[in-house]
């Protein structure tokens, strides 16, 4: 049984331990979440949810009580840590909103780069992480509000200029508490001409009572910088999930980004890319697997705030039994970014009559100069291939996982960066085999 306490003790706990800078932040943000409506349902972005899964107070927050208590990782958070084909610069685990471990290679720590959690950097590294925390993701909405003012774990990234790390970074967010509301909190910094990868795993085993899971992520990206980013939640049954991530590119910057949407009863994601410097790019690739009567939702926005900028995106989505997506993308491009090259595609391909994806790209354009194309479309599995393999003596369900494959293909092959390409194509097999 979790250990509760009041939202306002909650706080007060948590500032208390806090720096001051930081306790003030949280205070600031709690006045804000407690002046916000929640969502009425009929606003655009929320037409689509059933808020009752979003209801924070039918979850309880954890208290100092709730610490872990595991000797060692269950073999499922263990196999999301074991890249194929590639080392690890560095890890870092935390568990209920608790950091568990953390290693970080010699080479690493030598060149400056720091990877730790957010209430060790708020003391260690101030001067970094006070000026970033909540300033791409302030109080926005009640969520948000939430994060800020009563977060709890999540990752500091920290890599300094011109270091260039060959094996990706990691982080894994494990959930057992039941019933609970769990916001953890992730700042990445990149530094100019630096370059990264970092994946950010959220997973856990089936819970008995439905938990909520809150996180927020802010990502600085430097002049010239190159970061490959992976967000990749597959969480047990009984969990839900609504995320908010945003990352800032400075001049010339590239950002390669991944987001897999696997597992939980609910995940709702909303993620934000801003082009703020000249020639910055942005490429953001998204692969989901519904079945069952879960439930996604995809919410992007590709924000040209600079001339010269390029954003690429692909999102592909397979739906089983009687689960529903929703993707709702926008381009935006603001009035001084002449010469934007921005693409968004939506794919979806449903395997039962059951199953439905809404899908609703969008277009914002300010100034004229500009190249933007947007697509989406829903379809089935196609019968002419499906015969074609089948008379070449597979059966239907070989024929399906075939074509299925061949469908998530396209993004497959575009992820070999991320150490995780042998990891996806697992677990996408274990969706076909309904292992979710």
Request: no cysteine.
């Given at each position: 049984?979790?250990?509760?306490?009041?939202?306002?003790?909650?706080?007060?706990?948590?500032?208390?331990?806090?720096?001051?800078?930081?306790?003030?932040?949280?205070?600031?943000?709690?006045?804000?979440?407690?002046?916000?409506?929640?969502?009425?349902?009929?606003?655009?972005?929320?037409?689509?949810?059933?808020?009752?899964?979003?209801?924070?107070?039918?979850?309880?927050?954890?208290?100092?009580?709730?610490?872990?208590?595991?000797?060692?990782?269950?073999?499922?958070?263990?196999?999301?840590?074991?890249?194929?084909?590639?080392?690890?610069?560095?890890?870092?685990?935390?568990v209920d909103g608790s950091r568990f471990s953390s290693t970080l290679s010699r080479e690493a720590e030598s060149a400056g780069v720091i990877l730790t959690d957010i209430e060790t950097a708020a003391v260690e590294h101030k001067d970094l992480l006070r000026p970033r925390l909540g300033q791409l993701i302030g109080p926005k909405d009640v969520f948000s509000a939430s994060n800020l003012a009563l977060h709890r774990g999540g990752t500091f990234l920290y890599v300094p200029?011109?270091?260039?790390?060959?094996?990706?970074?990691?982080?894994?967010?494990?959930?057992?508490?039941?019933?609970?509301?769990?916001?953890?909190?992730?700042?990445?910094?990149?530094?100019?001409?630096?370059?990264?990868?970092?994946?950010?795993?959220?997973?856990?085993?089936?819970?008995?009572?439905?938990?909520?899971?809150?996180?927020?992520?802010?990502?600085?990206?430097?002049?010239?910088?190159e970061v490959g980013w992976v967000t990749w939640q597959d969480w047990g049954r009984g969990v839900r999930q609504i995320s908010t991530v945003k990352a800032h590119l400075g001049a010339n910057a590239k950002l390669n980004t991944l987001l897999v949407t696997l597992g939980g009863d609910y995940s709702r994601t909303w993620k934000e890319c801003v082009m703020a410097g000249e020639g910055a790019e942005s490429i953001m690739l998204g692969l989901y697997f519904s079945h069952l009567d879960q439930k996604f939702e995809h919410w992007t926005m590709q924000d040209h705030a600079a001339p010269h900028t390029r954003s690429d995106l692909l999102y592909k989505g397979a739906l089983a039994d009687r689960s529903r997506t929703v993707y709702y993308g926008t381009i935006r491009v603001r009035n001084e970014a002449r010469k934007t090259d921005a693409y968004q595609a939506n794919r979806n391909l449903t395997l039962s009559p059951q199953a439905k994806a809404d899908t609703n790209p969008q277009l914002e354009i300010e100034t004229n100069d500009v190249r933007c194309t947007h697509g989406a479309t829903v379809g089935r599995v196609n019968d002419e291939h499906l015969f074609y393999l089948m008379s070449r003596g597979?059966?239907?369900?070989?024929?399906?996982?075939?074509?299925?494959?061949?469908?998530?293909?396209?993004?497959?092959?575009?992820?070999?960066?991320?150490?995780?390409?042998?990891?996806?194509?697992?677990?996408?097999?274990?969706?076909?085999?309904?292992?979710?």
């Open positions: 049984m979790v250990t509760t306490s009041t939202a306002n003790d909650k706080l007060e706990t948590l500032a208390g331990a806090d720096p001051s800078w930081l306790a003030d932040l949280r205070r600031l943000a709690w006045e804000r979440y407690q002046v916000l409506d929640f969502p009425q349902g009929r606003e655009e972005h929320w037409r689509y949810t059933d808020l009752s899964l979003l209801d924070l107070d039918s979850y309880e927050i954890p208290s100092d009580k709730d610490e872990p208590e595991i000797g060692k990782l269950p073999a499922k958070a263990s196999s999301a840590l074991a890249l194929k084909g590639t080392g690890s610069t560095g890890k870092i685990v935390h200029s011109g270091v260039r790390l060959s094996a990706p970074l990691q982080a894994l967010h494990w959930l057992t508490l039941e019933g609970a509301l769990v916001q953890p909190r992730t700042v990445v910094v990149v530094e100019p001409g630096a370059q990264v990868i970092f994946n950010d795993i959220y997973s856990s085993e089936n819970l008995g009572r439905p938990s909520l899971v809150n996180p927020v992520t802010e990502v600085f990206i430097g002049r010239e910088a597979l059966s239907r369900s070989a024929a399906e996982r075939l074509l299925i494959f061949g469908f998530f293909n396209e993004v497959l092959e575009r992820v070999e960066w991320s150490g995780m390409k042998e990891l996806l194509a697992e677990a996408i097999h274990n969706k076909l085999e309904g292992g979710k």
